[in-house]
């Protein structure tokens, strides 16, 4: 009987749009050769109401909770449920029981997490074999975002234990997945997921190549905004020094003369002359400070820009690295269960040799693999019997031309 692959990871914001990119197929991967995207069209999303941004909805299922403190930037935002089992398993249906697999898989996580946090229910039929990525804010049942209250040891045992039991209460011939034993390495460890991890490394690494872009953009800004400062600070010192002259002058200038029946018309032209000199000076030394308020405004903008870029750069790089490392322990470990997969089978065919059941195993071999490319086959001619249906409603929607009409 076939194991139930069942593996749960934690995603911080900053993995979101690398996990959306993988999930939705939103570019091309040259680091999973797997994907054949030909096949693509037949992935399918079973969440209701899934969403073309995962960032948004779990934002917005975040301001739902009303939480009195702030999220933390390092907070766990999403949780993730890979799906599956050997390709074995999955060339014993057909495409409709492939769904229904997944569909009461769905249905069982969806009540385990609650329906409200749901964001994605992903179907993979473009890689060798089929799987499902279950994605949900993790929300507890007191409101808290908080993923380590959710998947303690005791509720994930649980998890891996009811899982299956109800997927053979469903009619499907599955059981547990092996337990991890204490040190041992990463349960369920397959290629997939060593894939998937070069791919949120690729795309984190593009994503600190923009915001890298953008720091150099915000230097140039700086860089041009303090030349532009320095200037206006020699037009400033310009501007109080005729200001300071222009006060002097009027300071210590000649007083008005005494106003009497025969010069006061002459008075009165000095008195405005003199008003109006004043005032210009002090337009002037508001137009001074203006410009230098605003000045020194825009400059912490920047600056304040500038260590914002900054911060998101290095937690960037932090996370690319903390993934390299990850998956550098990874594929040592890939390549160890490899070597041992390896000796297991050359056993096995050493064991079949001496046991003189060697014509019987290769007829069994030719057996089963015609078994696979009638599945192949079958599955082959469901999707396309599916793009068929998909296509006749917009052919339906094409208006039709009357006739005689003739086309320019």
């Known amino acids: 009987m076939s194991l139930l692959v069942l593996h749960m990871d934690k995603f911080k914001k900053d993995a979101i749009r690398g996990i959306q990119s993988h999930n939705r197929r939103e570019r091309e991967s040259h680091s999973n050769p797997d994907i054949d995207y030909s096949r693509s069209v ?7 109401n899934s ?19 702030a999220v933390r930037k390092d907070a766990v935002h999403m949780c993730g449920l890979v799906v599956s089992s050997d390709k074995e398993f999955f060339d014993k249906l057909n495409a409709d029981e492939t769904r229904r697999f997944f569909e009461e898989a769905t249905a069982y996580l969806t009540d385990f997490v609650g329906k409200e946090n749901v964001i994605s229910a992903m179907v993979h039929m473009d890689e060798k074999t089929p799987h499902m990525h279950f994605l949900h804010v993790p929300v507890t049942s007191d409101g808290r975002l908080c993923a380590k209250d959710i998947y303690t040891k005791t509720a994930l045992r649980k998890l891996q234990d009811e899982l299956p039991k109800h997927l053979q209460k469903c009619g499907f011939r599955i059981e547990r997945g092996v337990e991890q034993q204490k040190g041992s390495a990463k349960k369920h460890l397959d290629t ?41 600070e020699e037009e400033n010192e310009s501007r109080k020094k005729a200001i300071s002259e222009a006060e002097a002058k009027l300071k210590n200038g000649p007083k008005l003369p005494a106003v009497n029946f025969f010069n006061f018309k002459e008075v009165l032209v000095h008195a405005q002359e ?12 508001e137009e001074v400070a203006r410009e230098r308020d605003m000045r020194k405004q825009q400059a912490q903008n920047l600056l304040y820009e500038r260590d914002r870029a900054h911060e998101a750069v290095r937690m960037a790089q932090s996370r690319i690295l903390a993934l390299e490392s990850e998956n550098k322990d990874l594929k040592a470990h890939m ?12 056993d096995m065919q050493e064991f079949i040799q001496l046991s003189g059941n060697y014509i019987r195993f290769q007829e069994f071999q030719l057996q ?13 001619q469901a999707r396309l019997a599916a793009e068929r249906e998909r296509q006749i409603p917009q052919e339906a929607e094409k208006p039709n031309r009357p006739r005689g009409m003739r086309m320019r």
């Open 274 to 285: 003199k008003l109006n000199a004043y005032q210009q000076a002090l337009s002037d030394k």
């Open 51 to 69: 969403s073309s941004s995962y960032a948004e909805t779990i934002q917005n299922r975040i301001d739902d909770l009303l939480m009195v403190k």
């Open 368 to 380: 089963r693999e015609g078994e696979r490319k009638m599945n192949a086959r079958n599955r082959e």
């Open 192 to 232: 997939r997921e060593f894939k998937q991890q070069q791919e949120m490394i690729a795309a984190m690494r593009q994503d600190a190549a923009r915001l890298e872009a953008i720091l150099f953009d915000l230097q140039k800004q700086i860089e041009l905004a303090e030349a532009q400062q320095t200037s206006l």
């Open 335 to 346: 390549a160890r269960e490899k070597d041992k997969a390896n000796l297991k089978l050359t």
């Open 42 to 48: 037949g992935n399918y999303d079973l969440c209701d």
